[in-house]
């Protein structure tokens, strides 16, 4: 599985992005990750390929959606409403094997990284 993120910017407080991550071969989610200076890395976002099911990290919900494009092979998020805590390099990670949904943010469950993107948002 090859990974390629992207859509990463700079942006103002209460503004949008929207990352992309195309993924190539077999997969069975994708799940967004971001990881801050001097932070863990932390689960943002996942959607799984079988049944579409997504999740959300607390801090994002209500702001931030994850979905696909099945025919571009691409998975979005779109970040609204962003705050500077946002501020983070995102990664994409793709999962060979079936996920369950209480690990679908976390990291472990990965298998393949693509390269970060930056987000900063300026207050």
């Known amino acids: 599985v090859q990974l390629q993120a992207s859509g990463g910017g700079l942006v103002q407080t209460g503004g949008s992005l929207r990352l992309s991550c195309l993924a190539s071969?077999?997969?069975?989610?994708i799940g967004w990750f971001r990881q801050a200076p001097g932070k863990e890395r932390e689960g943002v976002s996942c959607i799984r390929n079988r049944d579409g099911s997504t999740k959300y990290a607390e801090s994002v919900k209500g702001r931030f959606t994850i979905s696909r494009d099945n025919a571009k092979n691409t998975v979005y998020l779109q970040m609204n409403s962003l705050k500077p805590e946002d501020t983070a390099v995102y990664f994409c990670?793709?999962?060979?094997?079936?996920?369950?949904?209480?690990?679908?943010?976390?990291?472990?469950?990965?298998?393949?990284w693509g390269q970060g993107t930056q987000v900063t948002v300026s207050s």
């Open positions: 071969g077999f997969y069975t989610a």
């Open positions: 990670a793709a999962s060979r094997n079936g996920i369950i949904t209480s690990s679908m943010l976390n990291s472990y469950a990965y298998n393949y």
